[in-house]
C-alpha cells in the first residue's frame, strides 16, 4: 500500500507529467497529502527543519568578515567612508612614488607572481589560536623542580647525575687501542706469571653454579708426544772445520742412505727387466696357433685306441657295490674296537715312560723358556725403538731431511769462507713433525676444476 | 633382534677418537684456524695402536684427535676471538669493496685481538716446566729475529724476537752459564746451564738464507707466537731471579751491541760470595762431595775465562756470536765502528791483547783467528795462541757435545786439550816436532857421530871411575803396582784353569772386547801416517 502511494507520487513528480485534468497541476496532487512528522526526535531536527534564513543571515555575517575583518555596522564611518576632494594631490604622490622603483621597470609596474597571490590568504579572518600549541603538560611540576634545583644549587648542593658526569674520565680515542693490546706488539709488556698467588675468586660451588669454573686441563696432554730432544745437535763430523775421521764417519753415513736409495731403484729396474729372448717371434707364434690342428691322421688313431682302454674302465667301475653281510660289518665292528684298544694302551705306556724322559721334557721346556724370553726382549727393543720414530699421524709419511754433510772439497779453511749447509727453519720444521708436535704437511698444489684444453690458432694451423 | 646387542664401533677405541674433519666441524672453525688452535693449546694429534678398530674398518690414513682433547678445546676462550676475527675480515673486504674508506678505518681500529697469558699459565704451572720447554721457544725465536722483514711474515713478530733475542742473551752474559759452543755448518750451537737446566739452542748464521718453499710458514708464525709469550714470561722471571730491571733500561743500541751491563733493582755493592757450608746430604761420602766441590771451583774458574783480556774484533768476523761469547766469560770487546753501533774503543787502543781476524795475513804476532775463542770455551781454559794465527791451518773443531767413553778413538787434539786441562805442557811436544824436523834435514851420519861421541864419553867415565861402596839407594816399590802385578797373576793361573769350554767362551769375550782397543789403534796409526805424509809434504815443499 505505502509502495503503491510511493511510486504514484514518483510517477507524478516527473517533468512531463500531464493530468487529466487540465485545471489540477501535479504539484497539487504531490502537496495535498503531506506527511505528519515528529518533530520532537533528534533524527527529524536535521531532516523537516528549514533553517534556511538563519543560514543565509549567518552567510552574510561571515562574508562581512572575511572581505572586511568585522561586522560593518560595527566599523567606523572614517574606515568606510572618504572624502572626495581632488586628483592633484594623488599624481605628486605617483611621481613621488615613480623615482623609488628600480630603473629596471620601464614601463611595467611589478606586480606579485600570480602564483603567489593565490596562495596568499584572501580573507581577513585570523586563523585561529592553536591552544595546544601552547600547552605544557605538568608545566607547573616542572616549573617548581626547576626553582627547587636552582635553589639547591645555590646553596651548593650539586644533583648526583651532574656529579657523576664530573666525575668521568676522558676516552682517550687517539691510542691505538689494538695495537698495543695485540700478542705480537713489540713493546709489549711482561709480568711475573707464576709469581701471582691464584685469586681465590670464590667458593667452588658458587663458582660452578655461576659458571665461572674453569675447566681443568686434562692430565694427558701435559705428557710430551715424543722422547727425542728438542734441539738435536749434529754429530762432530758435521763442525765447519772438522776432525778427520769423524769427518769421514758423517760421509760414511751419507754415502749408506746414499746405497739403500739406489739399491731400491736397482730392484725396482730388476723387477720390471725384460728379456728380450722372451718375446715370441713368428716361428712360435705359428707353432701355438697351429697346436692340435696339423697331421691329423696319425694322431687321430692313436687318440682312439686310448680312449676306448678308458671308456671300458670306466664302466667297470660305475658298477653297483654289493651290500654289505653281516660278517663284513661285525668285522669292521672289531677292528675298530681293537684300534681303540690298542690306542689306549699306547698312550697309557706313553704316560708311563714319559716318567724316564722327564730330563728331555726339562731341557725342552727350558729351550722353550728361553726362545720366549728372547723374543719378548725382541719385541720391548722393538717397540722402544718404535717410540723414538715418528708416528704416522696423516696422509703422508714422515720423510727426513738430507743430511747435512759437506763433501771434503767444499770444506772450508776459516770461518770466513764457510757455506753454510742446510737451513735451520727446515731443520726445524721437521723437528717438529719428528716429535708427533705437527702432521707432515706437503705444500698444496694448484688443481684445477675444469680441464685446460688447447686449441691452435687459425694461423698456426694453416703452418703445421 | 633385541635391541640391547652390543654392535661394532660403539664402545672402547672407536669412541675415544675422533677425526680431524669432525673435530673441525664440532669447534665451527675453519682447518687453519683449528691448526692454530691446536698448536695454541699444545693439542697434538695421536696415532691409535688399532687403525682398523678407530677408523670403523677401513684403513685409510686420517688425522685422529682424543676426543677429551677436543671436548677440552670447547672452553678455550680463544675460539671466540677467531670468530670474532673471522667476521671482521669478512666486513674489512665489504668496505674494502664498497670503497668505505671510513668505516675502513674504523674497523681497522677495532680490529680483534687475544692474549696467550691465560693459556701459557695453563700449559706451564710451573717455571720450571717452562724452563724446559724453553730450547724449542729459544730456537724459533732467533730463527724469525734472522728473517728478512718482507710481507711474508708480521714484521712485528720479527722486531719482538729480536728484542728478546737480545734480552735473553743479555740474560746469559749476566748470569755467565754459557758452558759449550760448537760452530757446525748449519749454524751455530750454543748450550747454557739456567737453573740447572741444560739448554741449547740454535743460531743460524747470518749471511745465508733461501728460504725453503715447502716449510709452512703459517705454522712457523703460530709457533712463534706461542713461543714469544713464553720466552718474554721466562725473560721477566730470569731478569727478577738476578734482581735486575726487566725490561731493560738500557739504551736499545748498547743493548743489541751486548756491550752494556744491566742495572740491578736493589743497587748492591760487589757481594763477597759468601762460603756455603759443606754438608754431605744423604747417601754421599767425602769423596763425592769433594769431587762436587772441585767441579764447582771448575766452574767458577770457567766463568772468568776471558776476565781481564780486551779483544778487537775485525770486520769480516761473525761480529755478534764472537761479542756474545767473550761477554760471556768476562772479557770486553770492540769493534769497528762502521760494521755496528756500540763499539767501545777503536783498533788503535793500545790495552787490546787479542785482535780477531779471519783474513790469510796481515804479518802481526798477536791477530787471531776467530775459532781459537770457541775452542776455549769448549775446553774451559785458554789455549796457546800459536795454533790459531794468522796463515795457519787451524787444527779441527771439536764438537763439545760428544762424550767418548773408555776405549774409543779419541783424538790427538782432544788428548792434547785434556793434557792442558790437567796442567801439562804439551809445548813440549810442539818442540820435539820441531827438533825432529831440524834433524831430519841433518843426516843419518851425524846421527850416528853424536852416538858414537857419546859411547866414547861413557867409555871414558868409566876408566876413570874406580869402584867404590856407594850407600845404597832404596828402591821404592809402588804398593799400588805390586797389588797389580799379584792380581794378573791370579787372573792368569785361573784363565790356565779353565776347562776348553769355558775357555772358548772366554777368549769370545776377550776379543770382542779387545775389538774397540784395536779400532782405536789402528786409527791412531792412521792418523801418524796421515802426520807423516804431510810433514813430508811439508819438507818437499821446503826444498
Known amino acids: 500500500m505505502a509502495a503503491a502511494r510511493r511510486l504514484k507520487r514518483v510517477a507524478i513528480s516527473q517533468p512531463g507529467f500531464l493530468t487529466l485534468n487540465p485545471k489540477v497541476t501535479p504539484t497539487d496532487l504531490v502537496s495535498s497529502r503531506r506527511k505528519r512528522v515528529n518533530k520532537n526526535k533528534k533524527k527529524n531536527w536535521n531532516k523537516y527543519s528549514d533553517v534556511q534564513d538563519v543560514e543565509e543571515f549567518l552567510e552574510d555575517v561571515r562574508h562581512q568578515e572575511r572581505t572586511t575583518g568585522g561586522l560593518l555596522c560595527e566599523k567606523s564611518d572614517d574606515s568606510l567612508f572618504f572624502l572626495d576632494v581632488g586628483q592633484p594631490k594623488k599624481v605628486e604622490e605617483k611621481e613621488a612614488a615613480e623615482p623609488v622603483k628600480g630603473k629596471k621597470r620601464k614601463g611595467k609596474s611589478s606586480r606579485p607572481l600570480r602564483i603567489d597571490l593565490i596562495l596568499q590568504h584572501d580573507s581577513l579572518v585570523a586563523p585561529p589560536k592553536d591552544v595546544l600549541a601552547y600547552q605544557k603538560p605538568n608545566a607547573k611540576k616542572l616549573r617548581r623542580t626547576a626553582e627547587r634545583a636552582e635553589k639547591l644549587a645555590a646553596n651548593g648542593v650539586v644533583p648526583r647525575s651532574k656529579k657523576r658526569l664530573l666525575n668521568r674520565t676522558v676516552v682517550d680515542r687517539m691510542s691505538k687501542k689494538t695495537e698495543t693490546e695485540a700478542n705480537n706488539n713489540p713493546e709489549r709488556d711482561f709480568y711475573d706469571i707464576w709469581g701471582q698467588e691464584t685469586k681465590d675468586l670464590g667458593e667452588p660451588w658458587y663458582l660452578q653454579q655461576t659458571r665461572k669454573k674453569l675447566v681443568k686441563r686434562p692430565e694427558k696432554l701435559n705428557e710430551k708426544p715424543s722422547v727425542l730432544p728438542a734441539v738435536e745437535v749434529i754429530a762432530p763430523g758435521g763442525s765447519y772445520n772438522p776432525d778427520f775421521f769423524s769427518h769421514q764417519e758423517l760421509l760414511r753415513e751419507a754415502h749408506e742412505v746414499e746405497l739403500k736409495k739406489k739399491k731400491v731403484e736397482d730392484k725396482l729396474e730388476r723387477q720390471l727387466a725384460y728379456n728380450k729372448a722372451d718375446t715370441a717371434t713368428e716361428e712360435t707364434i705359428l707353432r701355438e696357433q697351429v697346436e692340435g690342428l696339423v697331421e691329423e691322421s696319425e694322431e687321430e688313431e692313436e687318440k682312439d685306441a686310448p680312449k676306448e682302454d678308458g671308456e671300458e674302465v670306466a664302466v667297470g667301475a660305475i658298477a653297483v657295490a654289493d651290500k654289505k653281510t653281516e660278517r663284513q660289518r661285525k668285522r669292521e665292528k672289531a677292528e675298530k674296537m681293537k684300534e681303540q684298544q690298542r690306542l689306549t694302551e699306547r698312550r697309557q705306556t706313553e704316560q708311563q715312560q714319559q716318567l724316564f724322559q722327564l730330563r728331555s721334557i726339562k731341557t725342552s721346556i727350558k729351550q722353550q723358556e728361553e726362545t720366549t724370553q728372547i723374543r719378548q726382549k725382541r719385541r720391548k727393543a722393538k717397540e722402544e725403538a718404535q717410540k723414538a720414530q715418528p708416528r704416522r699421524l696423516g696422509k703422508l709419511k714422515f720423510q727426513p731431511q738430507d743430511m747435512e754433510v759437506q763433501l771434503s772439497d767444499e770444506l772450508a779453511g776459516s770461518l770466513r769462507q764457510l757455506k753454510p749447509e742446510g737451513s735451520v727453519l727446515m731443520d726445524r720444521f721437521k723437528s717438529l713433525q719428528k716429535r708427533n708436535l705437527i702432521e707432515p704437511r706437503e705444500r698444496a698444489k694448484f688443481k684445477r676444476r675444469l680441464k685446460v684444453k688447447y686449441v691452435e690458432k687459425r694461423a698456426f694451423k694453416e703452418i703445421s | ?543
Open chain 2, 1 to 543: 633382534m633385541g635391541g640391547l646387542q652390543k654392535k661394532k664401533f660403539e664402545r672402547g677405541s672407536a669412541t675415544n677418537y675422533i677425526t680431524r674433519n669432525r673435530a673441525r666441524k664440532k669447534l665451527q672453525l675453519s682447518l687453519p684456524d683449528f691448526r692454530r688452535l691446536c698448536i695454541l693449546k699444545g693439542i697434538y694429534p695421536h696415532e691409535p695402536k688399532h687403525k682398523k678398530k678407530v677408523n670403523k674398518g677401513s684403513t685409510a690414513p686420517r688425522t685422529f684427535y682424543l676426543l677429551k682433547d677436543i671436548r677440552f678445546l670447547l672452553h678455550e676462550p680463544i675460539v671466540g676471538k677467531f670468530r670474532e676475527y673471522k667476521i671482521f675480515v669478512r666486513k674489512l673486504k665489504k668496505a674494502y669493496g664498497k670503497t668505505e674508506w671510513s668505516a675502513v678505518e674504523r674497523l681497522r681500529e677495532n680490529k680483534p685481538t687475544y692474549k696467550l697469558d691465560h693459556i701459557i699459565k695453563e700449559r706451564y704451572p710451573t717455571f720450571i716446566d717452562a724452563l724446559r720447554d724453553i730450547d724449542d721457544a729459544l730456537c724459533m725465536c732467533f730463527l724469525f729475529s734472522t728473517f728478512a722483514r718482507t710481507g711474508k711474515c708480521h714484521v712485528q713478530t720479527i722486531q719482538l724476537c729480536r728484542r728478546l733475542t737480545v734480552e735473553w742473551m743479555n740474560y746469559v752474559i749476566a748470569s755467565r752459564s754459557l758452558r759449550k759452543v760448537f760452530l757446525s755448518i748449519k749454524g751455530i750451537y750454543y748450550q747454557a746451564e739456567v737453573m740447572g737446566q741444560l739448554i741449547t739452542w740454535v743460531v743460524p748464521y747470518q749471511f745465508s738464507h733461501d728460504h725453503p718453499v715447502d716449510v709452512d710458514y703459517r705454522v712457523m708464525a703460530t709457533f712463534t707466537e706461542l713461543y714469544t709469550t713464553l720466552l718474554g714470561f721466562v725473560s721477566f722471571r730470569l731478569y727478577s731471579s738476578l734482581n735486575l730491571v726487566y725490561p731493560p733500561k738500557v739504551s736499545w743500541t748498547k743493548l743489541s751491541a751486548l756491550s752494556a751491563s744491566l742495572a740491578r733493582v736493589v743497587s748492591s755493592a760487589d757481594e763477597e760470595e759468601a762460603q756455603l757450608d759443606q754438608f754431605p746430604s744423604e747417601g754421599e761420602d767425602m769423596e763425592k762431595m769433594e769431587a762436587r766441590e772441585k767441579e764447582l771451583k771448575q766452574q767458577e774458574a770457567q766463568k772468568k775465562l776471558f776476565e781481564g783480556l780486551k779483544f778487537y774484533l775485525n770486520r769480516e768476523v761473525p761480529r755478534e756470536s764472537l761479542a756474545f761469547v767473550i761477554r760471556c766469560f768476562g772479557g770486553q770487546v770492540s769493534w769497528d765502528k762502521s760494521v755496528c753501533i756500540g763499539s767501545t774503543y777503536d783498533v788503535t787502543d793500545e790495552t787490546i791483547t787479542h785482535q780477531i781476524i779471519d783474513r790469510p795475513s796481515v804479518g802481526k804476532q798477536y791477530y787471531i783467528q776467530p775459532q781459537w775463542l770457541y775452542d776455549c770455551v769448549n775446553a774451559k781454559i785458554l789455549l796457546p795462541v800459536e795454533d790459531y794465527f794468522l796463515g795457519v791451518t787451524l787444527p779441527p773443531h771439536l764438537s763439545p757435545f760428544v762424550e767418548e767413553k773408555e776405549g774409543d778413538y779419541v783424538p790427538p787434539e782432544k788428548l792434547k786439550m785434556m793434557a792442558l786441562q790437567r796442567g801439562e805442557k804439551p809445548g813440549n811436544e810442539q818442540e820435539e816436532d820441531e827438533e825432529e824436523e831440524e834433524e831430519e834435514g841433518e843426516q843419518e851420519e851425524e846421527e850416528e857421530q853424536e852416538e858414537d861421541d857419546n859411547g866414547d864419553e861413557e867409555d871414558d867415565e868409566e876408566e876413570s871411575l874406580h869402584v867404590k861402596v856407594t850407600p845404597g839407594k832404596l828402591k821404592v816399590e809402588n804398593k799400588a803396582r805390586l797389588e797389580q802385578e799379584e792380581k794378573a797373576e791370579e787372573k792368569r793361573l785361573a784363565i790356565m784353569m779353565m776347562k776348553k769350554k769355558e775357555k772358548y767362551l772366554y777368549d769370545k769375550i776377550m776379543f770382542g772386547k779387545k775389538r774397540k782397543v784395536r779400532e782405536a789403534n789402528k786409527l791412531a796409526a792412521k792418523r801418524k801416517a796421515h802426520d807423516d805424509s804431510e810433514k813430508e809434504k811439508k819438507k818437499k815443499a821446503r826444498k
